[in-house]
T-cell receptor
Framework: RKEVEQDPGPFNVPEGATVAFNCTYS??????FFWYRQDCRKEPKLLMS???SGNEDGRFTAQLNRASQYISLLIRDSKLSDSATYLC???????????FGQGTRLTINP | GAVVSQHPSWVICKSGTSVKIECRSL??????MFWYRQFPKQSLMLMAT?????????EQGVEKDKFLINHASLTLSTLTVTSAHPEDSSFYIC?????????????FGSGTRLTVV
């Protein structure tokens, strides 16, 4: 079983739609959680950290459920520029390295 | 914010030759840097953790004699792909963490696209 699992998609949604991604992690010692965005042939860039209380940044909302070991990302009022691959990333307590999910590919259509 | 510079952006080399990739933290010191590899339509896979002044820690299945890592200063780590073969063609990305940043601060270099012909 992969440490971090995501539905690879692709998700194709119309502009303005709301889209949600899910991610599960297997290591209960995971302590830090992030969503990264990666554009084609580019490096990943931090979109947002994910906190237990849930957090929002503009049109983006992230949720963490430690009991179910589940992370989500919600994008409201999607824009064409939101088209990218979204990577669920986890850091395990005591380890410095990040573990990446496979990524979910999103395409926003005009 | 923290900036990580990676060079070259792309390189094409002949099979059997070696290629060196540099990763620099421009405005912060990094005792630890990370090297990832990404094949098309796959996620980033950690290859090794580069430790300043000591040996790198390699992930299972990564050949340390093939992927040489040197972290001689607090701002520079290098990855050398030795005796490259076509199957080594991939996107190599480095990452460093600015421990002074409160948002956990992992920053990635812009990546190096290696093609071995």
């Amino acid at each position: 079983r992969k440490e971090v699992e995501q539905d690879p998609g692709p998700f194709n949604v119309p502009e303005g739609a709301t889209v949600a991604f899910n991610c599960t992690y297997s290591n209960s010692a995971s302590q830090s959680f992030f969503w990264y965005r990666q554009d084609c042939r580019k490096e990943p860039k931090l979109l947002m950290s994910v906190y237990s209380s849930g957090n929002e940044d503009g049109r983006f909302t992230a949720q963490l459920n430690r009991a179910s070991q589940y992370i989500s990302l919600l994008i409201r009022d999607s824009k064409l520029s939101d088209s990218a691959t979204y990577l669920c990333v986890v850091n395990v307590r005591g380890a410095q390295k990040l573990v990446f999910g496979q990524g979910t590919r999103l395409t926003i259509n005009p | 914010g923290a900036v990580v510079s990676q060079h070259p952006s792309w390189v094409i080399c002949k099979s059997g030759t070696s290629v060196k990739i540099e990763c620099r933290s421009l405005d912060f010191q990094a005792t630890t840097m990370f090297w990832y590899r990404q094949f098309p339509k796959q996620s980033l896979m950690l290859m090794a953790t580069s430790n300043e002044g000591s040996k790198a820690t390699y992930e299972q299945g990564v050949e340390k004699d093939k992927f040489l890592i040197n972290h001689a200063s607090l701002t520079l780590s290098t990855l050398t792909v030795t005796s490259a073969h076509p199957e080594d063609s991939s996107f190599y990305i480095c990452s460093a963490r600015d421990e002074t940043e409160t948002n956990y601060g992992y920053t990635f270099g812009s990546g190096t696209r290696l093609t071995v012909v």
